[in-house]
């Protein structure tokens, strides 16, 4: 059994800065991609950025700059420092990852989500 879980969201006002991590637990073979994804009420689930296992970065144009996406390999970790947060940001967090439990066997897993609210 596989398990993503998420931590580091919260409450941070305008301009702060919040940290989100999401490990992956469980029967690992090997993790393709990793990233996050947000959703606000009442909107559709965005993607906020991706990496690739060599360490290939993707963001959405509404967070470069301000994001960054890293993993670690070794603890099949992903995290997204967030920094110059503004209340647009806020949302639950949502991580995802592909995930090989064989090497020929892959599926696509999502964490249970953290909520992320910026207000003053």
């Known amino acids: 059994q596989v398990q993503l879980v998420e931590s580091g969201g919260g409450l941070v006002q305008p301009g702060g800065s919040l940290r989100l991590a999401c490990a992956a637990s469980?029967?690992?073979?090997?993790?393709?991609?990793m990233g996050w994804y947000r959703q606000a009420p009442g909107k559709e689930r965005d993607l906020v950025a991706t990496?690739?296992?060599?360490?290939?970065?993707n963001y959405a144009d509404f967070v470069k700059g301000r994001f960054t996406i890293s993993r670690d390999n070794a603890k099949n970790t992903v995290y997204l420092q967030m920094n110059s947060l503004k209340p647009e940001d806020t949302a639950v967090y949502y991580c995802?990852?592909?995930?090989?439990?064989?090497?020929?066997?892959?599926?696509?897993?999502w964490g249970q989500g953290t909520q992320v609210t910026v207000s003053s």
């Open positions: 995802n990852a592909g995930l090989f439990i064989t090497p020929l066997r892959s599926y696509v897993y």
């Open positions: 990496i690739t296992s060599t360490g290939i970065t």
């Open positions: 469980g029967n690992i073979f090997s993790i393709s991609s």
